[in-house]
């Protein structure tokens, strides 16, 4: 299934090391605090248990919100995310 996850941490360490556990689980970055990307239902679970370790502060939070196929070939983006764009530019020059 495919997923998509957004975070709201107001500490800069926190917010980086679960932007660092969304990266390890193989999720892509698409905007700053947002990442997209397939998981299992044992690595979800997997993830959310890590996810709680972390996120523990009072008002901090990550959403996980599961996107259908149809949704996804539905996606609609108006501009360019800086974070595509980059690893669009450094597959260009392989």
């Given at each position: 299934m495919k997923y998509l996850i957004i975070y709201d941490i107001?500490?800069?360490?926190?917010?980086?090391?679960?932007?660092?556990?969304?990266?390890?689980?193989?999720?892509e970055r698409i905007q700053y605090s947002a990442f997209t990307g397939h998981?299992?239902?044992?690595?979800?679970?997997?993830?959310?248990t890590d996810l709680r370790k972390l996120v523990t502060q009072e008002g901090d939070n990550v959403k996980i919100y599961?996107?259908?196929?149809?949704?996804?070939?539905g996606v609609k983006e108006?501009?360019?995310s800086r974070y595509r764009t980059a690893e669009r530019k450094k597959v260009a020059f392989i």
């Open positions: 107001t500490d800069d360490n926190l917010r980086n090391q679960v932007a660092e556990t969304l990266k390890d689980y193989g999720l998981l299992t239902r044992n690595k979800l679970n997997s993830l959310l599961p996107i259908c196929q149809t949704c996804s070939r108006v501009g360019s």
